[in-house]
Structures are given as structure tokens and as C-alpha cells.
């Protein structure tokens, strides 16, 4: 007993909550189960790459439900985090919580299977019974050791003052309503969201409003934003049995707050039919050469009543995810708006759509086409008379005519063209290289038994793209001195 006083106050001295503190205690206790199980993973972790080189790993920083969390205390906080592991094939993944108090958690190990990289997510809930500001990391032990960086949070411990409503200590006026979407719910208990409550907070003036949500009598979910007029807030309830209650949503404050009436709801849990199950089929991928992205469509079907989560990926990496609900059997077209590509991504790759049903998963993959460089745009501009050959006129013909134009392109290219004079081709095909913008000329003879050369001139661009301009001319010989 005498052995926690030094360590208590090492706790104070961190500013750790009794929670924390309860949780140093009990840790020096198991410390010898924690050392056999952080040796148990060690070992497990090895054997499994013994064979091949250790899979790469990657932690994200932890992040708090809410980051500043003020309310009455005791306050639960949910600390969460994403572990990415690049598979091939077996390992065990290690791993355990460090505390800003300078405690360890208890090491904890998941067997992990498969190809490619799999996101884990892992968390674990808080409770404060005092103010604290503290951070949460997560060390990985295995296959690799790789530490987080720290994820911050507090706890303000204030009591809630529910004032008349309209009307705060300020000044400032202030209206709240909850209402819960849907209010009745029938169907599988599954994980997910079935119940969802949404908020408006309305105010008078331009302010930031801490916020929460009181379930049933216990806060579950905290917030603070800026409203310039009004704004609506929300959480999302999965209940796991049949059941009804209330929700409420409160503004906190230290000078007064204001609460919202009931959000009443009701859910019974009702499971589906066995036959039901749910497919992806029909995906389609397209590249769009411009920019260099891909999207795809599919679509998702059920037997029954179901509601199926899904999840697009991009060459293994989840790029965005949504929920379809069937009220009976069906199929839903979802869509993945286009995704820029980078890297080796650009030559080619696959998308996938994985579905979730009550009864079973499904996924479908196709192959995407490499980018291609967009196709140079070409232009003919100033197409003109550029100089005239009097020479001609002493054999009683009208003068020579050269003329002038400028092909344009969008990209280093190889363009072929021709002239046309009175409606004739003049020539065989020309090449130019053009990068940017080039001029060519072209010139004929003068007219015969005329002083004076006339018609029509036009240059045709057919490959890589089309393009053309015309223009009429008339030039004559000049009149003898003295005329």
C-alpha cells in the first residue's frame, strides 16, 4: 500500500485524473502477466516472420471523441486510432496504450491474415472524475516496433446550468431543438448507426457554443462550434437490443445554457430472414485522360430487408464508403466520383467495391486503364497575303502571290497539313513539327493573260486534330511610270 504514495504523487504531478491513477495502480499489480503477455506477443510476432521480411506498419496520431470535453464530471472520453498493416500473408500484430501519465496499457495481440495493407482500428474509453490535460499514443510492439504521436485532449469539470429558454446571462439569445431520424426503427440490430438525433442551435448573435448530448440521462457526445445564425449538430445511436428512450440536446456553458424538449425514439430489434444476402455486381471503371483520374459505378443487391455497408478501394486503399438500405429485395447503383491518380496508379490498376450485409460480405473488383496524354489541340490563325512577285507581269501575267500562316498546338507534336487555292489542292501532304506555334508560307504563280492574281486560299490541318482558315486575295501587277 505504502509502495502507490510516491507513484501518486508522480500522478499529481502530471496533472493525471484519478481514473489514470486507479489505472497506474492496478498496472503495477500486473505488471509480471503484462511482461508474460508483451513476451508471449514477442515471440508469436517472430515466428510469424521468421520466414519473410517484417510487414510494414503504420499508427495513426490518436484522436479523442472530443478534444476539449466540458460538461459535469465523471466524463468518459473514447480515444481511437488506425493501425495499417501491409500483409502477405500471416503475422501478429502487438500492441498496447501509452498514457500521458507515463503509464503503459496491457498488451494486447490480433491475429491478422491476408494480402495487402488491412487498417485495424482500436479504442478504448476514458472516465474522469476531475479536470485533466493529457494525450494518448499507441506503441506497436510487433511485427515492427512504431510509436504514434501523441493525441491530445482535456477535461473541463463544470456543472450544466439550464436556463429559461431564449435567453442567456450574456445577452446573447440562444433557441435549441433535437429531433431523432428515424424516431421508430425496425430491423436487424447490426452495428451501425440506426438511430440518428440531429440538433439546431440557433443564435442572435455571432458566438461559439460548447455543446452536448444527454442520452437517456448519461452524456455520450461532446462539441464546440462557431454559429453565425444557425447550425445543426447531430450523433448517431446503434442500439443493440429493443428499447426506447430520449435524447437531449444542451448548451453548457459557465454563465448559463439552454436545453432542447425530448427527442423521443423507439427501436425493435428484428432479425432478418436467413435467405437474406447481399452481392456487388455490374462494376464498370473509367479513366479520365483529363487530369488523370478514375471513377466507377456498381451495383449493390439484396435479397430481403437489410441494410449493407460498403466501401470503394483504389489498388488496395480505401478511397470512400457510404450505407444503402433495402426495405425488401432490390438493387441500388452507387457511384465513385472520380479519384486523382498519382505514381505508378497512373499506368493502370484496380478498383474494388467491397458490401457488408447482416449475413454475409461480397466484393467485385475490375481493372482500370493506364492515363493517356490528352490529344494536342491544333490551330491555324493568321492566314494572309505575305508579299506579291511582280516578275511575272512582263509576260502580261498577273503577279505571284506568297502567303503566310500560323499553326498553334497544345503539346509537342508532328502536324500534317496542305494549301488549297480556288478549291484545288495545291500540293501533296506537308509536315511540320510544332511546339507551340509555327509559321508556314506557301506561294503561286501569277494568273495567265492578266494583270492581276485573285481567288481563294486555304490551309487544312487533318492529323493529329483538324483545323483550317480561309481568306480571299487580289493583287495586281503595277501600272507603267508615267500611266
Known amino acids: 500500500m505504502n509502495s502507490s504514495r510516491p507513484l501518486a504523487r508522480k500522478a499529481a504531478a502530471f496533472g493525471a485524473s484519478a481514473a489514470v491513477l486507479g489505472a497506474m495502480v492496478a498496472g503495477l499489480a500486473a505488471a509480471p502477466a503484462q511482461a508474460s503477455t508483451q513476451a508471449t506477443a514477442g515471440k508469436a510476432s517472430a515466428a510469424a516472420t521468421s520466414t519473410k521480411a517484417r510487414p510494414k506498419v503504420s499508427v495513426s496520431t490518436p484522436k479523442a471523441s472530443s478534444r476539449d470535453n466540458d460538461g459535469s464530471c465523471p466524463v468518459k472520453v473514447d480515444i481511437s486510432a488506425n493501425i495499417n498493416v501491409k500483409l502477405d500473408g500471416k503475422t501478429d500484430l502487438a500492441y498496447r496504450w501509452l498514457h500521458g501519465d507515463g503509464s503503459k496499457g496491457k498488451v494486447k495481440v490480433l491475429k491478422l491474415k491476408g494480402h495487402g495493407t488491412k487498417s485495424v482500428k482500436i479504442g478504448q474509453t476514458l472516465t474522469f472524475n476531475e479536470e485533466v490535460k493529457g494525450w494518448e499514443a499507441v506503441q506497436v510492439l510487433g511485427p515492427r516496433k512504431v510509436t504514434s504521436k501523441k493525441g491530445y485532449f482535456s477535461v473541463t469539470c463544470q456543472d450544466a446550468v439550464v436556463v429559461d429558454k431564449d435567453q442567456l446571462s450574456s445577452g446573447k439569445r440562444i433557441s435549441v431543438s433535437a429531433w431523432a431520424d428515424p424516431s ?33 440521462g448519461r452524456v455520450v457526445d461532446y462539441g464546440r462550434t462557431k454559429i453565425y445564425h444557425s447550425k445543426t449538430v447531430s450523433f448517431g445511436y446503434s442500439p443493440r437490443d429493443s428499447q426506447r428512450g430520449y435524447a437531449v440536446l444542451q448548451v453548457v456553458g459557465r454563465g448559463g445554457g439552454s436545453s432542447s424538449d425530448r427527442a423521443y425514439y423507439k427501436v425493435w430489434c428484428k432479425d432478418e430472414a436467413p435467405s437474406t444476402r447481399v452481392s ?47 426495405g425488401r429485395e432490390g438493387s441500388r447503383t452507387v457511384e465513385l466520383s472520380d479519384r486523382v491518380l498519382s505514381g505508378s496508379a497512373t499506368q493502370g490498376g484496380r478498383v474494388t467495391l467491397a458490401v457488408s450485409g447482416p449475413r454475409n ?24 497575303v505575305s508579299g506579291q512577285r511582280n516578275e511575272f507581269c512582263a509576260d502580261r501575267r498577273g503577279p505571284g502571290v506568297d502567303f503566310k500562316a500560323t499553326i498553334s498546338s497544345t503539346a509537342p507534336t508532328t502536324v500534317k497539313y496542305y494549301w488549297v487555292i480556288d478549291g484545288k489542292r495545291e500540293n501533296p501532304d506537308l509536315e511540320r513539327q510544332v511546339n507551340g506555334s509555327v509559321d508556314v508560307t506557301w506561294g503561286i504563280a501569277g494568273a495567265q493573260s492578266a494583270s492581276e492574281t485573285k481567288g481563294s486560299v486555304q490551309l487544312v490541318v487533318f492529323s493529329p486534330d483538324s483545323a483550317s482558315a480561309a481568306t480571299s486575295f487580289s493583287v495586281s501587277c503595277p501600272k507603267p511610270a508615267g500611266a
Open 361 to 384: 460480405n461480397d466484393s467485385i473488383s475490375q481493372s482500370y486503364a493506364a492515363c493517356e496524354a490528352p490529344k494536342p489541340k491544333i490551330s491555324v490563325s493568321s492566314l494572309s
Open 280 to 326: 456487388a455486381t455490374n462494376l464498370v471503371t473509367a479513366t479520365n485522360n483529363d487530369g488523370c483520374k478514375v471513377g466507377a459505378h456498381a451495383t449493390i443487391n439484396s435479397t430481403g430487408r437489410a441494410r449493407v455497408e460498403y466501401t470503394w478501394y483504389v489498388n488496395g486503399q480505401s478511397v470512400d464508403s457510404g450505407v444503402v438500405g433495402f
Open 184 to 216: 421508430s426503427y425496425v430491423g436487424p440490430c447490426t452495428p451501425g448507426d440506426k438511430v440518428n438525433f440531429l440538433g439546431r442551435i440557433k443564435v442572435n448573435d455571432p458566438t461559439w457554443v460548447k455543446y452536448r448530448w444527454v442520452l437517456n
